[in-house]
């Protein structure tokens, strides 16, 4: 079981360019998260998806888009970097509908981003 | 909406000896889950321990523990026989029961473990 992937560790984007950080987890959970973690604080949710083809919004969600084609993959894409958007986003996913219920998320090991 | 503090910027403990850290969260709900996440140097976010709001029995695990006061809002975490292992940033985290909803994180707390 490898858990929670996210490629690449690393990246370093200029201004205006896009990119795809991707996410996958093998525990067939339901629910994927992402979050951001800017220097000094704590995560914020971007967006979430409860299934496959169903997605929603988070507290932080402008400049960035999500899909979920399967239940294992949930890519996050930048479009337009912005220095803004310089951060470390994690990647998380857990198992909801359980009983009992354990909505413990597990979180991928982190890409660090940034735009110059 | 929901809010979770941490209080302590920074703290140190020797080797061997326990450290509590503090959590306060402010919520409306009844029933909810409380976490605390382990985030050493390779930025890895780790489950250490977690608390439902419905029981009334602290959670425990190993050397780790909490102390859970639902009335005062109030879960701090407490690491006995302390080890290098343990220096890391700690972040006490909240959630709603149902559906997708989010961690709500507070600003964490920096561990210092010396000899």
């Known amino acids: 079981n490898a858990g929670v992937t996210q490629t690449p560790k690393f990246r370093i984007l200029k201004i205006g360019q896009s990119m795809t950080l991707q996410c996958a987890q093998d525990?067939?959970?339901?629910?994927m998260y992402w979050y951001r973690q800017d220097p000094g604080m704590g995560l914020k949710l971007i967006y979430y998806?409860?299934?496959?083809?169903?997605?929603d919004k988070g507290e932080v969600p402008n400049g960035y888009n999500v899909s979920r084609s399967t239940t294992e993959d949930f890519p996050l894409r930048l479009e337009l970097a912005a220095p803004s958007q310089t951060s470390v986003y994690f990647c998380a996913s857990s198992l909801a509908g359980t009983f009992p219920p354990t909505d413990t998320q597990y979180f991928g090991p982190g890409t660090r981003l940034t735009v110059l | 909406a929901q809010t979770v503090t941490q209080s302590q910027p920074e703290m140190s403990v020797q080797e061997a000896e326990t450290v509590t850290l503090s959590c306060t969260y402010d919520?409306?709900?009844?029933?909810?889950?409380l976490f605390w996440y382990k985030q050493p140097p390779s930025r890895q976010m780790i489950l250490v321990i977690r608390?439902?709001?419905?029981?009334?029995q602290n959670a425990t695990e190993n050397r780790f523990s909490v102390n859970f006061q639902k009335a005062a809002k109030s879960f701090s975490l407490k690491i006995s026989d302390s080890q290098l292992g343990d220096a890391a940033m700690y972040f006490c985290?909240?959630?709603?029961?149902?559906?997708?909803?989010?961690?709500?994180f507070g600003t964490g707390t920096r561990l210092q473990v010396t000899l």
């Open positions: 919520t409306s709900e009844s029933d909810y889950y």
């Open positions: 525990m067939n959970h339901n629910y």
């Open positions: 985290a909240y959630k709603n029961t149902g559906t997708a909803s989010k961690l709500t």
């Open positions: 998806s409860v299934g496959a083809g169903i997605t």
């Open positions: 608390q439902e709001a419905y029981k009334q």
